[in-house]
């Protein structure tokens, strides 16, 4: 009975390591496809531009400086955090708020710490 056992462990733990390492190199490949993604797109920043429901399309336009920038706009206080939140997870370097609401939101992202290397800024009205 010891060896029928012994045998189903085996066989058990050599499916499992297999598993393991068909997971890994997954992982490996995924991780550096990431990798050469982020090497190419490196050289230029990301910007954002949120933009409260109160920001004017000339204040917008001032904010972006006639870069190539994304604009999100928010309809009210607690979008423009939810906003500010995603960019930053979408790992913009910089985004600028106009408008209150989008200001307030980004100064709130700011105060808070949001977003590891997300640069937030208020633009002047």
């Known amino acids: 009975m010891t ?5 189903r462990s085996s066989g058990f733990l050599a499916r499992s390591a297999l598993l393991t390492l068909a997971l890994a190199g997954c992982a490996t490949a995924g991780a550096a496809q990431q990798g050469d993604d982020a090497e190419g797109s490196a050289g230029a920043p990301r910007i954002a531009v949120l933009a ?48 209150a609401q989008a200001r307030a939101a980004v100064s709130q992202a700011d105060a808070g710490e949001v977003g590891a290397g997300t640069r937030w800024q208020s633009a002047s009205r």
């Open 3 to 7: 060896s029928l056992h012994l045998h």
């Open 52 to 99: 409260g429901s109160d920001a004017s399309s000339a204040d917008i336009a001032a904010a972006t400086h006639g870069r190539a920038v994304v604009v999100r706009r928010a309809s009210g206080t607690f979008e423009a955090q939810a906003q500010a939140t995603r960019l930053a997870a979408e790992g913009y370097d910089t985004v600028i708020g106009v408008g």
